[in-house]
């Protein structure tokens, strides 16, 4: 007879390392468009790794003392029959769940039934629990989130805690990098919308200032080039300045609309493109077709824009690299 207990340890152990790099290989591999649905997925993941039949995350705020639900699963959501139930709750009214960050530990309930002096029950038609683990989820030395899974067949074990933390611990890795990219997608589009609210601001003080200013001095110089002699030498010099006023004008209306195209907001995406197009083939002498297929309806005004700058610049650039073909 030969006692293999350790060894079958061993393997076991072995095996639940395979399944925690297959589950970090599946949630990496997996589109996730957003932070939430990156958990979304960690959190079907951490299921699976501890044989569990659902489980939780929660967002943790140290200053605050106070959780925030970011998911149950859904097969807990599907027996839960709680009315209204909350998703912000506060350190101190919480009872065995909220010892993972009072004690900073995983906490383990193989008996969760069982009376316990931290226990303060959970409301009635809550999914039942069988066997209980939560466990703080540390950045920069800070709980940042809390992760709970219920009612494995069999007991949790101190491999588990381990399993689990660690893959936690690099989901949350990848999870920061996700916020970071949130982050700097949110701040491009307020940099984005500040910088078309001070186009907006410039083109209608062009528009209604400075080509108004202009157009009244065209006006003048006309009324002075008739009344002047037609042979007259300075007949000739305000006809040159009215053309030249008027010249001014248009380019100052070109401008302003490149600015910010005021014919986007009042006739949408398809006229102003259509638009953009004529004048860029009567300005540059280039033959353009337009041909507007499967527009959506309902494009935000950011999309819009979006969309009507890159085909501003595509535009140029094929004046731009056509000139230098000429050269």
Known sequence: IKDITARKRAEAAHRIEDQRLWSLLRITQQEAN???????????????????????????????????????????MEKCSIPNPSSVYQLEKTGIWGEAVRQRRPIILNDFPAPHPLKRGYPEGHAPLLRYMTLPVF??????????????????????????????????????????????????????????????????????????????????????????????????????????LINLSQDVHALSRQLHPSILDDLGLVDAMRSECARFSQREGISVRYTPQDIPPGISKEVALCLYRIAQEGLRNVAKHLSLIHI
Not at 44 to 52: G, M, N, P
Not at 223 to 230: F, G, I, P, R, V
């Open 34 to 76: 957003s932070l939430g649905q990156l958990l979304d997925n960690a959190l079907d993941e951490a299921i699976a790794l501890s044989d569990s039949k659902f489980g939780y995350i929660y967002y943790y705020s140290e200053e605050r003392q106070e959780f925030t639900l970011h998911a149950w699963s859904k097969e807990v």
């Open 139 to 244: 950045c920069d030395g800070h709980i940042v989130a809390v992760v709970g899974v219920a009612n494995k067949e069999t007991d949790y074990t101190d491999q588990d805690v381990h399993q689990l933390t660690l893959m936690m611990d690099s989901i949350w890795e990848i999870a920061e990098r996700k916020r970071a990219e949130e982050a700097v997608r949110k701040l491009a589009g307020q940099l984005l919308t500040a910088q078309e609210a001070e186009r907006c601001r410039i083109e209608r003080e062009m528009h209604d200032d400075l080509t108004q200013r202009i157009a009244v001095l065209a006006i003048e110089a006309g009324k002075l080039e008739q009344e002047a002699d037609s042979c007259d030498l300075a007949s000739g010099k305000l006809r040159e300045i009215k053309d030249q």
